[in-house]
C-alpha cells in the first residue's frame, strides 16, 4: 500500500508562484514514476506533469509548460510542484499519483490552489 500527502496548495495572485510537495509513505516509490494531476471547479481530472523514477525524465502538459516544474526527492519519498505564472485558469484542486501495478493507480487527497485576478 502506498499513501500520498499532498501540502502547499492556498490562494494566492495571478503572477504568483506556489510549491506544492507530496509526501509518499507506505511501499516505496523510488522505482516509480510520479506525476501531478488537477481537477479545475467544473472540469474533468487533467493530467499535468510526471516525472520518471530517477528524475531524468519530465513531462508536461502543454498548459503548464515553461511555467512549472516537477522534481522529486526520493531519500526524503517526496515529489514537487513548482508553479510560477499562476493564472486564473491554473484554480484547481492538485493530486499527486504514482501507478504501481498490479494494483494501479493511488492518489492523494488533493489540495486546492485558488488563483484570483
Known amino acids: 500500500q502506498v499513501q500520498l500527502e499532498e501540502s502547499g496548495g492556498g490562494p494566492v495572485q495571478a503572477g504568483d508562484s506556489l510549491r506544492l510537495s507530496c509526501l509518499s509513505t507506505?511501499?516505496?516509490?523510488?522505482?516509480?514514476?510520479l506525476g501531478w494531476f488537477r481537477q479545475p471547479p467544473g472540469k474533468e481530472h487533467e493530467f499535468i506533469t510526471a516525472i520518471n523514477f530517477n528524475g531524468e525524465n519530465t513531462y508536461y502538459a502543454d498548459s503548464v509548460k515553461g511555467r512549472f516544474t516537477i522534481s522529486r526527492d526520493n531519500a526524503k519519498n517526496t515529489v514537487y510542484l513548482q508553479m510560477n505564472s499562476l493564472q486564473p485558469e491554473d484554480t484547481a484542486v492538485y493530486h499527486c499519483?504514482?501507478?504501481?501495478?498490479?494494483?494501479?493507480?493511488?492518489w492523494g487527497q488533493g489540495t486546492q490552489v485558488t488563483v484570483s485576478s
Open positions: 507506505g511501499r516505496s516509490v523510488s522505482t516509480s514514476a
Open positions: 499519483n504514482v501507478n504501481i501495478p498490479p494494483r494501479g493507480d493511488y
